[in-house]
């Protein structure tokens, strides 16, 4: 195998039934440091996440900041290490069969913070060279793939190549951490809020520029944002995370259509609307989160509920289908065996 | 696809790709007080290195009946010390010792100091306090006093007091060292270099040690003059430089008697000390904004 064989697209192993990528379990809680006389508490930043992505697809995670989404993030391609759970891509669980190493060969990620991200004392060329350097590519051949992403990314190197990051635009600077993620070959791209800092303007040409590459490139992106019309407008499907759990999952379409869980259709609810015999007319959900150190009990989300009963504090639901293909949300009202007076009656359709 | 806001920074000046270190020195040269700073420096430098060729009068040489010449005496420009030796002389040869005393120490503290720092900002945890609390105790200790004492225990002797000059210079480096790592290695590009797969080392070569060398330098820099006075102190107790060595903190401690007579001739080693100190804080600022490339 020749040095420029390392940096080939890494084969499909399972096929196109596999998912890509299956998280279950995940867990992660940090240790909030107390004072000399007071205990310190644990906040479980990812309690018990589990999803998947197929191949192909782009699944969006949504929820309000400090959900837990970005810590997901950076559990999956092992920048922190998780407490518990298994990440399995393309079948091969991380760790026993996958090494680091090789996941993120497979896995990259793009940061929100489009200056932090890229060092400032490289030029764009060697930013983007470094990660095939690592890989063992010679540096002339390292540099070679460099323009050619930079092609790819829309800048041309001539004028870009010899650039540091303080003399780019934002929306450069971002197609620079895109060509970056895209020079190990991956097969997955994680987006943490990449295009949240851009102007609107800005922000569309990323947009499509992340499609045109995953259909060149055959890619699957796993799309973190807070922003819901971005999400609707890039994801087939969304998972939405509410204190570190996942709380609704389905495709976007029927999420967008029939959300089952109050904290999504809060969270759609709060979307501005441009149509004036739309308007929102109250908050659809009061308050901040809860204090994350000492997490509600039962459903974390009772405490805003405007449904909440005494079954909810009592007991945690547990992600369950609602009927449609693919969708599933963590709510009381949802199993019609909780005993919450709202609860879905159960339907043939569901026995059958 | 084509993104409109690329093709106006097509108009916008087009840069050749250069190394940052190219960079820097253009910026360096473009600060006239960084160039004279460099080159009162030099000279002071060449001097010292070339003085046993400059055909200057033996700084060993002294004469009773010409003690303490006033400036601008015939065959002595600065006067006499008050053994009669010629200050000119003495001032040139005393850089030699003076500005190993003031630059070695520094040098090995930087090199040492930015080692043990970045080691311990990257790799954190235990190694970092290890390391960290182990420089505080030398914190403990007035740095004047422990160089005296480490000197005092090794014995008297150039070689000595450089290696306690050493020793008292790496603790401050190392905090330097250690909280502009610890910054840098927060930033999401670590993080992006570490998502690649690269390891601790090459990321603390590429990626950290860039970002932490110019504040680091820079600081480095601003303790040359405080090592020179060390030194002339160690010198002044008779645990560094010996007469009748030629050294600027020692000539200036032996000539403090003659104050009252020549005053212009006994601070003559003062302003030599003084000069180098000014040049190389200067030079240190220089730097620091050369090596900014936000500029």
């Known amino acids: ?165 303080h003399e780019l635009s934002g929306g450069q600077r971002q197609r620079i951490n895109i060509a970056r993620a895209l020079a190990l070959a991956p097969r997955l791209v994680i987006l943490d ?47 939405v995370m509410y204190l570190g759990e996942v709380v609704e999952s389905g495709p976007v379409e029927s999420l967008w259509a029939d959300a089952r869980h109050p904290y999504t ?20 959900i009061a308050g901040d989160p809860p204090n994350p150190i000492n997490p509600p009990e039962g459903c974390r989300f009772h405490t805003r509920c405007p449904y909440a009963e005494p079954v909810c504090s009592a007991a945690a639901p547990k992600l369950m289908p609602t009927g449609t293909d693919r969708h599933a949300a963590a709510c009381h009202m949802v199993d019609p065996a909780s005993g919450h007076s709202k609860a879905a009656p159960l339907r043939e359709s569901e026995n059958a | 696809m084509s993104a409109i806001a690329d093709d106006i920074v097509r108009v916008a000046v087009v840069e050749k790709a250069r190394g940052y270190w190219t960079d820097v020195g253009r910026r360096l040269v473009g600060d006239p007080v960084s160039v004279v700073c460099a080159g009162v420096l030099l000279l002071i430098m060449a001097g010292a290195i070339f003085a046993p060729y400059l055909g200057l009068a033996d700084p060993y040489q002294g004469s009773m009946i010409r003690r303490l010449r006033p400036l601008g005496t015939a065959g002595y420009p600065l006067g006499t010390d008050e053994l009669g030796r010629d200050m000119l002389s003495r001032l040139v040869h ?75 210079f790496i603790p401050p480096v190392v905090r330097v060292a250690e909280s502009v790592t610890t910054s840098v290695r927060g930033l999401d590009f670590v993080d992006a270099a570490r998502a690649s797969g690269a390891g601790p080392l090459t990321i603390m070569r590429v990626h950290v040690l ?63 000390i003084f000069t180098v100190s000014i040049c190389f804080n200067l030079l240190s600022d220089g730097m620091r904004s050369a090596m900014d490339v936000r500029d």
């Open chain 1, 1 to 165: 195998m020749s040095a420029t064989d390392a940096l080939d697209p890494v084969a499909d192993v399972g096929g196109p039934q596999q998912p890509l990528l299956a998280v279950s379990g995940l867990s992660k809680s940090f240790a909030v440091r107390g004072g000399l006389f007071r205990h310190g508490g644990v906040v479980r930043a990812v309690d018990d996440v589990s999803f998947s992505v197929d191949k192909g697809e782009v699944l969006g995670i949504v929820g309000e900041s400090g959900c837990g989404k970005s810590t997901t993030a950076r559990l999956i391609i092992g920048l922190i290490d998780p407490d518990g759970g298994e990440i399995a891509f393309d079948g091969e669980p991380v760790g026993p069969a996958l090494s680091l190493r090789e996941l993120r060969r497979r896995v990259q990620m793009v940061f929100q913070d489009s200056y932090a991200s890229l060092n400032p004392r490289l030029t764009v060329e060697d930013t983007i060279a470094f990660g095939p350097k690592v890989h063992g590519i010679t540096p002339a051949e390292a540099r070679e793939r460099a323009h050619e992403l930079l092609r790819k990314v829309g800048l041309d190197p001539a004028l870009f190549a010899g650039r540091y990051p």
């Open chain 1, 193 to 239: 809020e990449a295009v949240s800092a851009l102007d609107k303007s800005v922000e569309a040409q990323v947009l499509n520029l992340l499609l045109d590459l995953k259909d060149e490139l055959g890619l699957t992106y796993v799309f973190i944002s807070h922003d819901l019309n971005v999400v609707r407008f890039i994801s087939d499907r969304v998972v």
């Open chain 1, 265 to 284: 259709r809060a969270l759609l609810a709060a979307m501005p609307s441009l149509d004036p015999d739309r308007r929102t007319r109250e908050a659809p």
């Open chain 2, 94 to 168: 005393g850089g030699r010792l003076s500005l190993l005393i003031g630059l070695v120490p520094v040098g090995l503290a930087f090199v040492i100091g930015t080692t043990l720092g970045i080691i311990a900002g990257y790799v954190g945890g235990l190694l970092n306090q290890a390391i960290m609390r182990v420089v505080d105790v030398f914190y403990a200790f007035p740095a004047v006093l422990l160089a005296i004492a480490i000197s005092g225990a090794l014995g008297a002797g150039i070689v000595n007091s450089v290696l306690s000059l050493t020793i008292i």
């Open chain 2, 210 to 272: 860039g970002n932490v060398l110019g504040p680091i330098f820079v600081y480095a820099t601003s303790l040359i003059s405080v090592c020179m006075i060390f030194g002339a102190g160690l010198s002044f107790l008779g645990l560094g430089t010996k007469p009748p060595e030629p050294e600027w903190g020692l000539m200036l401690n032996t000539l403090r008697t003659a104050i009252y007579v020549n005053p212009w001739v006994a601070a003559l080693p003062g302003v030599m």
